[in-house]
């Protein structure tokens, strides 16, 4: 798959410039189908482009499946013998679940405790968005952090804890406009309540930044 980036920061997102060409004519041609099938003249003005835009943007989000999350950590791994906890909170999580493929977005608040190595703080970050911009369940997804983290950097503990609102669930079928879900996992020191606790009120409170 051929992805590249201009560096451009578009909304905070770095905008993709570059698209497989022939994954990008194939998915035109099925969500041209998918319009008319929906009822829509794809021939008229406004959705010229759109079986374009969807292609492109259906790869902008499913690009996670061309990033390796272990690669990502290994490239900012330093000694440092710093051991106690380290909290990256509400990293924006913008995910796709694999049910209806619609969106589910929300944050993640990601922390571990060191064992001789550290990694790049913005690379916990890049991990979340490597699982998240994938066909998901946000169980899943929270799983897949916890053990790259645990698996990459061998920490003495990994937390993961995701809040996010279903597209799924509000805009469509039970229509709940107000549901978040939780779920989170644990590895290491944080399965002691008194560490997990620490974590959790961590991340509860409010920064002032
Ligand atoms: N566990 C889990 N379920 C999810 C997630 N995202 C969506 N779902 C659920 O996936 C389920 C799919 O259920 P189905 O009964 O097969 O699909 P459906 O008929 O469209 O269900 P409704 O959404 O209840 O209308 C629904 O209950 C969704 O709420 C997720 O991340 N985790
Ligand atoms: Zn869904």
Redesign the pocket.
Known sequence: MEFSTNGDSHNGFTKIEKYNQDTTEQLMFHYKKVLELLGEDAEREGLLKTPLRVAKAMQFLTQGYHNNPEDILKSAIFKEDYRQMVIVKDIEVYSM?E??M?PFVGRAHVAYIPNGTITGLSKIARVVDAFARRLQVQERLTTQIKDCIQNTLNPLGVAVVIEAQ?M?MSMRGVQKQNAITTTSDFTGAFEKVATREEFIRLISTKSNY
């Open positions: 679940c049910h209806h619609l279903h799924c």
